[in-house]
């Protein structure tokens, strides 16, 4: 099973958060845990949300909301994608991720990534196909 790995981080302490050398080590040595088991398969860090944008759909209506998002509780800071057995496999390895200790609290969200039967007879053959298309559509044109 493929699962979104999110880290979350407090929107308020945003700002506040200065990357070190000794974290840039660290969660190079997890992800080099994570890669070397096979579980890893793609994953980075985001921008602080002042360099971000939201797009809210409301009512019928459009409007874009740039950051920072101060007012956020939570903001997702990065990500990984895994590959593994079940979400009990997901959480152990989570569990092993490096965390500041003196820093502010910050929690991994393990979510599964959909697969075609989790959509039932609304995924019919004419959604595959045009999935398939676009699939190949982006590796063309990413490799």
């Known amino acids: 099973m493929k699962v979104l790995v999110m880290i979350e981080g407090a929107g308020a302490d945003e700002d506040k958060i200065e990357p070190t050398t000794e974290m840039f080590e660290q969660m190079g040595r997890y992800n080099d845990e994570l890669v070397q088991a096979g579980i890893m398969l793609g994953g980075e860090g985001l921008l602080p949300?002042?360099?971000g944008a939201r797009v809210v759909f409301e009512g019928g209506?459009?409007?874009?909301?740039?950051?920072p998002f101060v007012e956020a509780k939570e903001l997702i800071a990065g990500y990984w994608i895994w590959e593994v057995s079940s979400l009990e496999e997901a959480v152990e390895w989570a569990k092993r991720c490096p965390a500041n200790q003196s820093g502010p609290r910050a929690v991994l969200e393990i979510r599964p990534i959909a697969s075609i039967e989790d959509f039932g007879d609304?995924?019919?053959p004419e959604v595959a196909a045009a999935e398939e298309?676009?699939?190949e559509q982006i590796?063309?044109?990413?490799g």
């Open 49 to 51: 949300s002042a360099r």
């Open 61 to 67: 209506t459009t409007s874009v909301v740039d950051g």
């Open 122 to 124: 609304a995924y019919t």
């Open 133 to 135: 298309k676009l699939a």
């Open 139 to 142: 590796k063309a044109q990413h």
